[in-house]
T-cell receptor, first 114, second 111 residues
Framework: AQSVTQPDIHITVSEGASLELRCNYS??????LFWYVQSPGQGLQLLLK??????LVQGIKGFEAEFKRSQSSFNLRKPSVHWSDAAEYFC????????????FGKGTSLLVTP | SQTIHQWPATLVQPVGSPLSLECTVE??????LYWYRQAAGRGLQLLFY??????ISSEVPQNLSASRPQDRQFILSSKKLLLSDSGFYLC??????????FGAGSRLTVL
């Protein structure tokens, strides 16, 4: 089944610095990939998605992600992090065997320091 | 517009008591519906999904059950809660675009 791995459990960056969160997927064909963000005690908000086409996708809040088939990766990036970006970030892939539910990575917790 | 509502937002229940969490969707018809559980440090685990009224698929054997009595209503239940049922429960829907929208979640603490 389709799966994703987020190798970084925690990441700390300084405000204004650039950010890259890693996500690797496992699937033979072209996967449907997503990044969601979760603030403490809240639901998940969609940042961006990739289905096909242009491998660099733009999302909300200044985030972008690049699909790289050769590396089986879909890394999330932001050129300049704001303190309000501190949250939990989840990469996900559609599971066509489970009603097109999403299989999530374990998440990366982002801490932003002054 | 399409919206999703979950309640209650917070629930504290004793071990052995019943559970009912409700989720409703507005602004769409025949959506796929999903229940996830998020335990601390363990990501999101798919519990149930439904592709139509009365159609429930379970992903993980457990102490919980789900029902879909109406097109846009999805209920998560238990007859007797266990300590291990504590967690953050999230309902989500897909109107058919392969994009899930999540509710605000229900925090369950079993004591």
């Amino acid at each position: 089944a389709q799966s994703v791995t987020q190798p970084d459990i925690h990441i700390t960056v300084s405000e204004g610095a650039s950010l890259e969160l890693r996500c690797n997927y496992s699937y033979g064909a072209t996967p449907y990939l997503f990044w969601y963000v979760q603030s403490p005690g809240q639901g998940l908000q969609l940042l961006l998605k990739y289905f096909s086409g242009d491998t660099l996708v733009q999302g909300i809040k200044g985030f972008e992600a690049e699909f790289k088939r050769s590396q089986s990766s879909f890394n999330l990036r932001k050129p300049s992090v704001h303190w309000s970006d501190a949250a939990e970030y989840f990469c996900a892939v559609v599971n066509s065997n489970s009603g097109y539910a999403l299989n999530f990575g374990k998440g990366t917790s982002l801490l932003v320091t002054p | 517009s399409q919206t999703i509502h979950q309640w209650p937002a917070t629930l504290v229940q004793p071990v052995g008591s019943p559970l009912s969490l409700e989720c409703t969707v507005e602004g769409t018809s025949n959506p796929n519906l999903y229940w996830y559980r998020q335990a601390a440090g363990r990501g999101l685990q798919l519990l149930f999904y439904s592709v139509g009224i009365g159609q429930i698929s379970s992903e993980v054997p457990q102490n919980l059950s789900a029902s879909r009595p109406q097109d846009r209503q999805f209920i998560l239940s238990s007859k007797k809660l266990l300590l291990s049922d504590s967690g953050f429960y999230l309902c989500a829907f897909d109107p058919g675009a392969n994009v899930l929208t999540f509710g605000a979640g229900s925090r369950l603490t079993v004591l």
